[in-house]
């Protein structure tokens, strides 16, 4: 079984700085990690994933994440913010044999002008 | 194209009724899953579907809970004797197989 911790539960930037989204898992098993947005009032949508090779990941909007298998990280990173980033970000994992998606708590990020 | 879409987007229902949430999913995509998104948390797994039949229901809380998906596409996850508990954003999603999840807008159930 896997299963997600998210550490931060709100971050409140200011537009333009750098942000750190923080993420670890835990599985017994190859793991796929993914990292999705939900804006307000809207669904999921996928910023980016690791299947494997690079483990540097870059995804849509300028966002990136790094997988540490050592650490058990997937922290997604954007080195500049805007206020359209607003959002709740949430990190999932799932197991390489497996399909359903373990989804951790949410961090909901705040831009602040 | 069109993505996933789920209906009603609102329901508001009293304890104890019986409740149909439906989702059409992106055309051609083989698997769907269904998730339950309680306030302030990240989304749950349900139930997936590869095709007609259900290939993992693990995620199902109880036996109030049902979802078919008859013909390999439009899916209803069914809800029995609904219960204040079960109050929260039904989210449904489809996949074309390649490790990646689109999901619809989700379905608010308010039991009373």
């Known amino acids: 079984a896997q299963s997600v911790t998210q550490l931060d539960s709100q971050v409140p930037v200011f537009e333009e700085a750098p942000v750190e989204l923080r993420c670890n898992y835990s599985?017994?098993?190859?793991?796929?990690l993914f990292w999705y947005v939900q804006y307000p009032n809207q669904g999921l949508q996928l910023l980016l994933k690791?299947?494997?090779?690079?483990?540097l990941v870059k995804g849509i909007n300028g966002f990136e994440a790094e997988f540490n298998k050592s650490q058990t990280s997937f922290h997604l990173r954007k080195p500049s913010v805007h206020i359209s980033d607003t959002a709740e970000y949430f990190c999932?994992?799932?197991?390489?044999?497996?399909?359903?998606?373990?989804f951790g708590q949410g961090t909901r990020l705040t831009i602040n002008p | 194209g069109a993505g996933v879409s789920q209906t009603p987007s609102n329901k508001v229902t009293e304890k104890g009724k019986y409740v149909e949430l439906r989702c059409d999913p992106i055309?051609?995509?083989?698997?769907l899953y269904w998730y339950r998104q309680s306030l302030g948390q990240g989304p749950e797994f349900l139930i997936y579907?590869?095709?007609?039949?259900?290939?993992?229901d693990s995620g199902l809380p109880n036996d109030r809970f049902f979802a078919v998906r008859p013909e390999g596409s439009v899916s209803t996850l069914k809800i029995q004797r609904t219960e204040r508990g079960d109050s929260a954003v039904y989210l449904c999603?489809?996949?074309?197989?390649?490790?990646?999840?689109?999901f619809g807008p989700g379905t608010r159930l308010t039991v009373l």
């Open positions: 999603a489809s996949s074309p197989g390649r490790n990646e999840q689109f």
């Open positions: 599985s017994s098993v190859s793991v796929y």
């Open positions: 690791y299947l494997s090779g690079s483990t």
């Open positions: 999932a994992v799932s197991g390489q044999g497996a399909q359903k998606l373990v």
């Open positions: 055309s051609g995509h083989t698997a």
């Open positions: 579907f590869q095709g007609t039949g259900a290939a993992d």
